[in-house]
T-cell receptor, first 112, second 110 residues
Framework: NAGVTQTPKFRILKIGQSMTLQCTQDMNHNYMYWYRQDPGMGLKLIYYSVGAGITDKGEVPNGYNVSRSTTEDFPLRLELAAPSQTSVYFC???????????FGPGTRLTVT | GQQVMQIPQYQHVQEGEDFTTYCNSSTTLSNIQWYKQRPGGHPVFLIQLVKSGEVKKQKRLTFQFGEAKKNSSLHITATQTTDVGTYFCAGNQAGTALIFGKGTTLSVSS
């Protein structure tokens, strides 16, 4: 199993551009999460999903959108990139029988 | 809203010394989890504590959950250079999402 994979690894955006961060898991997990991590800070939950077709806002959803059309994929969309969205983004998943979250390797995004 | 606080923010030790990080919640938790993130890496799950007063050990790591289920600690005995990284606690109340602390970054010199 590849676990949780994220693409791209790095990206530089100009202010106002849009992009989609991809996240895929091959463990058949129902729960998926998007976090952002800023230097010296913990992980802040952006959006999460409890299964295909169901998404909900986390602590810091403004400026982001998500969709969950399949169990495997949970893309995160930035519509109008702002410097405040410069961060490292982690996707995670867990099964509905367990509690351990499995994290992807992260996407480092810079908005200038 | 619910907050999870960790202290210290940074800790430097000599190899062989012990290390402890503390986690405090503003509310009673259903459970608490601990994760480790190596420099440049992603968080990796270490353990979950559920019961009041629970103590669990993993080799040189000892995890405790307070009696009131509002605090927790991670203690590492005789640190090694492989222990370097940031340790996060994360807690939640029943049916809510995990709230992560800001982490304690441990550096170890040999």
């Amino acid at each position: 199993n590849a676990g949780v994979t994220q693409t791209p690894k790095f990206r530089i955006l100009k202010i106002g551009q849009s992009m989609t961060l991809q996240c895929t898991q091959d463990m058949n997990h129902n729960y998926m999460y998007w976090y952002r991590q800023d230097p010296g800070m913990g992980l802040k939950l952006i959006y999460y999903s409890v299964g295909a077709g169901i998404t909900d806002k986390g602590e810091v959803p403004n400026g982001y959108n998500v969709s969950r059309s399949t169990t495997e994929d949970f893309p995160l969309r930035l519509e109008l990139a702002a410097p405040s969205q410069t961060s490292v983004y982690f996707c995670a998943s867990r099964s509905n029988r367990g509690y351990e979250q499995y994290f992807g390797p992260g996407t480092r995004l810079t908005v200038t | 809203g619910q907050q999870v606080m960790q202290i210290p923010q940074y800790q430097h030790v000599q190899e062989g010394e012990d290390f402890t990080t503390y986690c405090n919640s503003s509310t009673t938790l259903s459970n608490i989890q601990w994760y480790k993130q190596r420099p440049g890496g992603h968080p990796v799950f270490l353990i979950q504590l559920v019961k009041s007063g629970e103590v669990k050990k993993q080799k040189r790591l000892t995890f405790q959950f307070g009696e009131a289920k509002k605090n927790s600690s991670l203690h590492i005995t005789a640190t090694q250079t492989t222990d370097v990284g940031t340790y996060f606690c994360a807690g939640n109340q029943a049916g809510t999402a995990l709230i992560f602390g800001k982490g304690t970054t441990l550096s170890v010199s040999s």
